[in-house]
């Protein structure tokens, strides 16, 4: 037996954060396969307060405890910003953008599918890259205040909620620089340049050039 002192990195701050459109299926549903082309990237984070709204669930038998079964259901984020495309809002939000530049919002609607990347920086240079690949737009703040006579941030926060993309529940995917496993030679432009779901898409953008 014996003891070993690790000494993990503090969080230092949060890096930029992506998002990627999903393709829906004939049916309108999600397709865990098919992303649009173009990676939207924005450095306008504030903060990105994470929420796993988990619940467990214990298993008796024959008397007593035999099993808890923890079970993930979706996370939910609150990201605080400085800005936020407004186009790409009112696409996340289903709102109706008419070709005379007369938008329309606040219809029941089926809101879009997309992937969310975000940026976890270290004290020492460690990060984590995360895509969450089944997202929906859950809510949206728009407030605004009068001006003052010094200029003042007036941010708003997005909240977005994953879900499962894949049989097994799985919500998030994601590499940690402090992990045995990182991949030499990963990048953060390689690793958001599209939504990463499996080991083999991790390794087609790691792999050396031949």
Same mark, same amino acid.
């Given at each position: =037996?014996?003891?070993?002192?690790?000494?993990? +990195?503090?969080?230092?701050?949060?890096?930029? +954060?992506?998002?990627?459109?999903?393709?829906?299926?004939?049916?309108? $549903?999600?397709?865990?396969?098919?992303?649009?082309? $173009?990676?939207?990237?924005?450095?306008?984070?504030?903060?990105?307060?994470?929420? $796993?709204?988990? #619940?467990?669930?214990?298993?008796?038998?024959?008397?007593?405890?035999?099993?808890?079964?923890?079970?993930?259901?979706?996370? &939910? =984020?609150?990201? #605080?910003?400085?800005?936020?495309?407004?186009? &790409?809002?009112?696409? =996340?939000?289903?709102?109706?953008?008419?070709?005379?530049?007369?938008?329309?919002?606040?219809?029941?609607?089926?809101?879009?599918?997309?992937? %969310?990347?975000?940026?976890?920086?270290?004290?020492?240079?460690?990060?984590?890259?995360?895509?969450?690949?089944?997202?929906?737009?859950?809510?949206?703040?728009?407030?605004?205040?009068?001006?003052?006579?010094? %200029?003042?941030?007036?941010?708003?926060?997005?909240?977005?909620?994953?879900?499962?993309?894949?049989?097994?529940?799985?919500?998030?995917?994601?590499?940690?620089?402090?992990?045995?496993?990182?991949?030499?030679?990963?990048?953060?432009?390689?690793? %958001?340049?599209?939504?990463?779901?499996?080991?083999?898409?991790?390794?087609?953008?790691?792999?050396?050039?031949?």
């Amino acid at each position: =037996m014996s003891i070993v002192t690790k000494k993990p +990195m503090v969080k230092e701050t949060v890096g930029g +954060m992506y998002y990627d459109f999903n393709t829906p299926t004939e049916n309108g $549903e999600f397709d865990p396969t098919s992303y649009e082309e $173009e990676v939207v990237k924005c450095n306008t984070v504030k903060n990105i307060g994470t929420t $796993e709204n988990a #619940e467990s669930v214990v298993v008796r038998a024959s008397g007593e405890d035999y099993e808890t079964v923890n079970q993930n259901s979706y996370i &939910d =984020m609150a990201i #605080e910003t400085v800005a936020f495309p407004p186009e &790409d809002l009112a696409r =996340m939000r289903a709102d109706k953008i008419g070709t005379t530049g007369l938008n329309r919002s606040g219809r029941t609607s089926r809101r879009p599918f997309f992937a %969310f990347g975000k940026v976890k920086k270290m004290v020492g240079g460690g990060q984590e890259f995360a895509w969450y690949p089944k997202c929906q737009l859950i809510e949206n703040t728009d407030d605004i205040a009068t001006r003052e006579e010094s %200029f003042s941030e007036q941010n708003d926060t997005i909240t977005i909620r994953a879900y499962s993309y894949n049989n097994e529940g799985d919500k998030k995917t994601y590499v940690d620089s402090q992990m045995s496993n990182y991949p030499e030679g990963l990048t953060e432009d390689k690793f %958001f340049a599209k939504p990463i779901l499996t080991d083999e898409e991790l390794d087609e953008i790691v792999a050396p050039e031949v």
